[in-house]
């Protein structure tokens, strides 16, 4: 069997997968099972295909459950203690620990521990599986310029914990890149959600570069959309000449060149700070308010009862 395949067959699981102890009619004991569920209006789904290659042929496919409104729904299956067990035993070195903890439920026997994950391929890979089952790039709109368009990088989960879930952390290692959101509550009873983000286009080609060689057709040719989209228009220019280092007025509208009074004295470095540094005619109305709130506090034992305190102020 192939490492990477494998490595790869993991991570899709940890995205995708489920393994569990089910008790089927006419059996008076629990039966160990896994599963992976996944939607194509197309047919049977590639990656289902794959994970069976994968894992040297084990399991049946089914499907479809049709349901109006939604895709069609196929799943890969295995429901012997057997194949669990092999199952088990092919993914272990790159499982998480929420997966490794439903296969000792399944099984019966006390959970494996999860692995700390790396950088070399077989990572690579893994982190290609849960992109394949978790992962998405799609174009949002630009919020400022008409008909241009912005990538983003999303990768969800969900968990339960006030930590991020560990596959998420995993990603976000492997990737060098993005952070992590959350959670998002859901209604009951759903788990919080989860999500890996990248929005920067450099970090986002940093990610497919790394996993391309082991990511699917679907998830290829959706990087491939989005990359065409977004080389394919202008750059942007940077900033806003009204704002910035480049703008002559501060919020209120006061003017930066004609804001000084005096001639600049150097009291450090000897390097004059740029007009829009600071707005002098805010800066002086600010001392003021501070002048006369300080003066009320020092003087306000000396005023008349019959003097308002505004009164006093103006003599």
């Known amino acids: 069997m192939d490492r990477f395949e494998l490595a790869w067959a993991a991570g899709f699981f940890d995205g ?14 629990k039966q160990p099972q896994a599963r992976i569920n996944q939607a194509d209006p197309n047919g049977v789904p590639e990656v289902l295909l794959r994970f069976q290659r994968a894992v040297g042929g084990l399991g049946r496919i089914g499907g479809p459950y049709v349901m109006e409104g939604r895709d069609d729904l196929y799943w890969w299956q295995i429901s012997s203690r057997g194949d669990v067990e092999l199952l088990h035993h092919f993914l272990l070195p790159w499982l998480g620990q929420v997966k490794l903890h439903e296969f000792a439920v399944a099984l019966e026997r006390p959970s494996a521990a999860s692995r700390p994950c790396g950088t ?4 690579r890979a893994w982190a290609a599986g ?7 790039v799609y174009l949002l709109d630009h919020r400022t310029h008409d008909n241009y368009h912005l990538a983003e990088m999303c990768v969800t989960q969900c968990g339960r914990d006030t930590l991020a879930p560990e596959v998420l952390r995993r990603f976000a290692e492997i990737a060098g890149v993005g952070h992590i959101n959350g959670p998002y509550a859901q209604e009951e009873p759903y788990s919080p959600v989860w999500r890996f983000k990248s929005a920067a286009w450099s970090d986002i080609v940093v990610v497919l570069e790394s996993i391309s060689p082991w990511l699917g057709p679907v998830k290829q040719t959706q990087a491939r959309e989005a990359r065409e989209v977004i080389e394919s228009q202008p750059p942007l220019p940077r900033g806003n000449p009204a704002w910035g280092n480049r703008k002559t007025h501060c919020i209120s509208g006061h003017e930066y060149a004609s804001a000084r009074l005096r001639p600049y004295l150097s009291r450090g470095k000897g390097v004059p700070p740029r007009d829009s540094h600071q707005c002098l005619v805010c800066a002086r109305q600010q001392a003021r308010v501070r002048r006369l709130q300080k003066k009320s506090v020092v003087d306000d034992d000396h005023r008349p009862l019959s003097e308002t305190s505004a009164i006093y102020l103006l003599k």
């Open 120 to 123: 070399t391929d077989d990572w």
């Open 16 to 29: 995708e997968g489920w393994a569990n102890a089910v008790a089927q009619e006419g059996r008076k004991t």
């Open 130 to 136: 849960l992109y394949d089952g978790e992962g998405s």
